[in-house]
């Protein structure tokens, strides 16, 4: 059985990194998404240097480990004058690496919505941006809930990078308490279940929604 007072000791500890977890998550889950939008819509669009960059974004960020790009922006970014604390250097790769994925997934729904849609909202006279801003991407979005779901899930999962570079989450706490008591087995216990109270309830919510789309469609 898990020994509770490793918690109750360390509660105001475990509590104040779970709340950096949340607010880890939160930021890079909305920047992710926005970034991600945005590239997946330059791998489709007209233009082939647009096309290209977003490629290349994708097929870097998404093939080298999240830990390199958090090393590249808490080591090397203050080299170039640019320096980050640990809390920003593990939000920022968070983003980029989630947005890579987040991209794919996007341009895959995009491609599924049929092509007369774009034909349809540049022929009553709106602009390529507008067509697949208010057209094309909210049926595409609808269309990729579960894997852009189960993206988010793995984004708070990944948020354990910011321990790390000491960015003061759960992971980075957990290893303080674990270094003070040396009970390595309680101590990461109650790490992780803090770590299911984020995830169980958002993938329950993702097999909703699921499961809800699926009803309306």
């Known amino acids: 059985m898990p020994d509770f007072s490793i918690l109750t000791d360390h509660w105001d500890t475990y509590i104040e990194g779970f709340l950096t977890t949340i607010k880890a998550s939160l930021l890079a889950l909305v920047l992710s998404f926005i970034l991600g939008t945005i590239i997946a819509v330059m791998r489709i669009a007209p233009i082939a240097p647009l096309r290209w960059l ?21 080591f090397a970014l203050p080299e170039v004058g640019l320096p980050l604390d640990g809390f920003q250097a593990g939000t920022i790769a ?9 991209a794919e997934a996007i341009r895959a729904g995009i491609m599924a919505v ?3 849609q774009m034909e349809a909202g540049r022929s009553s006279g709106l602009t390529y941006i507008q067509t697949m801003r208010y057209i094309i991407l909210p049926q595409a979005i609808k269309i990729v ?3 852009l779901g189960n993206q988010f899930i793995n984004l708070v999962k990944n948020t354990s990078v910011l321990g790390i570079v000491a960015g003061l989450d759960l992971m980075y706490f957990g290893d303080s308490i674990s270094s003070e ?6 101590v990461y216990i109650f790490v992780a279940a803090f770590y299911l109270v984020l995830t169980v309830p958002l993938s329950l919510f993702v097999g909703f929604l699921e499961r809800r789309l699926a009803v309306t469609s």
């Not at 983003?95 to 987040?102: D, G, H, L, R, V």
């Open 181 to 186: 008591t040396y009970d390595v087995f309680n």
């Open 54 to 74: 977003g490629t290349l974004f994708v097929e870097f960020f998404r093939n080298i480990p999240l830990v390199l790009i958090l090393f590249f922006c808490y």
């Open 145 to 147: 809930i579960p894997p």
């Open 94 to 102: 968070l983003t980029i690496y989630t947005a890579s994925f987040i």
């Open 114 to 116: 049929n092509t007369g």
